[in-house]
DNA sequence: TCAAACCTTCCCGTTAACGTTAATATTTTG
DNA sequence: CAAAATATTAACGTTAACGGGAAGGTTTGA
């Protein structure tokens, strides 16, 4: 039911990581897919081949419809890195992760998706801050401490929400669970001593 | 589709008697029967002094409306156990319990009401087994421990489905909570080389 | 090359889970 | 006991989160 191919291989959102080299929500990716003298097609078909999947892929992969990824699109939480010229939808890597988190926060926290969008923003809110870090790293120290600061405070209060935010969700659920089991284990005591 | 005349005296069937005394699960709510020499307002619109709480009282407490009530009552969710000669809805600690559990069902796993209702079926076919399995209790162990068994393995099964289903929960949470941790760890990290 | 498969943007439909209002009855309280 | 508060049923309205189809353009595989 889950997606078979987790590259769960996510690094920390914060990361410093040099791969991982996504600007802003630009999505200014070149339209152009000139036919470079490569490999034409990797292993998949619905795949481009570098170009990113089409919306069908992407959608039967992570479990959805099509109509549920332009929906997300609509609201603002997921949107293609890039299309075609003829204007289809292709989605690249980080595309996928991010509809990864989304059926994750709607189905384990429950939230809807005004307040995914919302979390989301929060979460691109820390790369941009990650970036900002970077950027004023070799800042004189007189100013650049002062900066760094903030970012770092700004993201940890992030952080901190959600995971207090979780940690209520586990614990709720934790005692749930010991009710339950409190008596499963009753009923197996019982059963024992039929034996 | 659905027929607007739904009834809504229909006592389940199913149902075994609610008025024998829940134990565990504390449904314990502030019990507030002491109506001393003091503030004499203390509670006493709204709650009935032993014919249970009407529904407005119940909904506040809850945190829901009375629209809510009526609708859960209306699904088979949430029947009030008594009511009134004029026909007002009157709640006992146990509905309250009952109430409790939906909500939390509601919130902590994402059901939606129908799985709900079907649970609650199942609890309530527990609270069964468990009478049957007393009624049992003294009858002649030939045929007594067959009953008494299958009782107790249909129990275990609605019991363990349920906590397989929160431990799947669980994991999933924790990990994604670790996820954002690490993340937050490296930012305290980070700031921890500024002072 | 060319049909099949897939995609695009509208746009209306559906379902769950209530909200809201109306017209009326009941309970509580001063 | 009458007013005020709260309740009842019934019916229609709303919102989120999509589903589904039409009319037409794009990509792809043979």
């Known amino acids: ?12 959102p914060l990361r410093a990581d040099p791969r991982h080299e996504r600007r802003a929500l630009d999505g200014s990716l070149p339209t152009d897919r000139g036919h470079s003298a490569g490999p034409r097609d990797g292993e998949s078909a619905g795949a481009g081949e ?3 999947l089409r919306i069908g892929k992407v959608a039967a992969r992570a ?10 699109e609509e609201l603002g939480l997921l949107e293609p890195s890039g299309r075609t010229a003829g204007g289809e939808r292709r ?7 991010q509809l990864e988190r989304i059926i994750e926060l709607k189905d384990l926290l429950g939230m809807n998706l005004e307040a995914i969008r919302e979390l989301l923003t929060s979460r691109a809110r820390l790369d941009e801050l990650r970036v900002a870090y970077k950027s004023h790293e070799d800042a004189p120290a007189t100013t ?3 900066v760094r600061r903030a970012i770092l405070e700004e993201a940890l209060a992030l952080q901190g929400s959600l995971i207090e935010r979780m ?5 709720r ?7 339950i089991r409190a008596s499963a284990e009753h009923c197996a005591a019982l059963l ?3 034996e």
Chains 1, 2 share one sequence.
């Not at 989605?91 to 992760?97: E, G, I, N, V």
């Open 63 to 72: 479990g959805v419809s099509t109509r549920t990824l332009r929906y997300y």
């Open 192 to 194: 024992q001593q039929l």
């Open 144 to 146: 650049g401490d002062t």
């Open 1 to 12: 039911m889950s997606a078979p191919t987790t590259a769960n291989s996510s690094p920390s």
């Open 167 to 171: 940690d209520s969700k586990l614990a």
């Open 50 to 52: 570098d170009g990113g």
């Open 91 to 97: 989605y690249q890597t980080q595309d996928l992760a």
């Open 173 to 179: 659920l934790a005692a749930y669970r010991a009710e």
